[in-house]
């Protein structure tokens, strides 16, 4: 069964200082691992995808990697409107031949930014 | 670009009531997937629906049930309500044989009492 393992919970920052969270994944045939943010009480919004090893993909202030068992989203000097919980959710094997399948997330990361 | 509406945005529910939640997914869409979010925790899946059939099924019970109309849009509805069932709902759309990144809408709150 596919597991992912989102670390820390929780990360507070001051403004302008860079940090990174993690996600762990267990997969058998990764085909896609995806990063989300969510503010409260809202559907996640789409970040990122990763397909392979070492890919990287950035977007203003973030950065997502991809190893082949845990993606970073690293945070460059990060403003208090990156407060947010940022999910990690994996695609595994196209178990049906159908394609675009349920997605495993991990229980996120609430980030908090310190003016 | 329309994006993924969700309708209504919250309700409240007694113990052992039926609700029905629905979803219309982003334009150019094909297929839509529900999920459960609990408080504090990631959106766990329920099942996914493709040409108005129910294509996958996470580890949910048979109180939990879905449809899918002619234009894509879709329903989950959920009998005899638990406390437990207290929870955001989420509504997510994709094109089969597209990218395979789910866009979501803003869920239902449901708030069983």
């Known amino acids: 069964e596919d597991q992912v393992t989102q670390s820390p919970e929780a990360l507070r920052l001051q403004e302008g200082e860079s940090s990174s969270l993690n996600c762990s994944y267990t997969?058998?045939?990764?085909?896609?691992l995806f990063w989300y943010r969510q503010d409260p009480g809202k559907g996640p919004e789409f970040l990122f995808t990763?397909?392979?090893a070492g890919e990287e993909k950035e977007k203003e202030r973030l950065k997502a990697t991809l190893t082949k068992k845990e993606s970073f989203l690293h945070i460059t000097a990060p403003k208090p409107e990156d407060s947010a919980t940022y999910l990690c959710?994996?695609?595994?094997?196209?178990?049906?031949?159908?394609?675009?399948?349920?997605?495993?997330f991990g229980t996120g990361t609430r980030l908090t930014i310190i003016p | 670009d329309a994006g993924v509406t969700q309708s209504p945005t919250h309700l409240i529910k007694t113990r052992g009531q039926q609700v029905t939640l629905r979803c219309s997914p982003k334009?150019?869409?094909?297929?839509v997937s529900w999920y459960q979010q609990a408080l504090g925790q990631g959106p766990q899946f329920i099942f996914q629906?493709?040409?108005?059939?129910?294509?996958q099924r996470g580890n949910f019970p048979d109180r939990f049930s879905g449809h899918q109309f002619p234009n894509y849009s879709s329903e989950l509805n959920v009998n005899a309500l638990l406390l437990g069932d207290s929870a955001l709902y989420l509504c997510?759309?994709?094109?089969?044989?597209?990218?395979?990144?789910?866009?979501f809408g803003p869920g239902t709150r449901l708030t069983v009492t």
């Open positions: 990763l397909y392979s």
């Open positions: 997969v058998s045939g990764l085909r896609g």
């Open positions: 629906y493709y040409e108005e059939e129910e294509r």
């Open positions: 997510a759309s994709t094109k089969a044989g597209g990218a395979p990144e789910q866009y």
């Open positions: 334009s150019g869409h094909d297929t």
């Open positions: 959710a994996v695609h595994g094997p196209d178990a049906s031949n159908f394609g675009n399948e349920k997605l495993t």
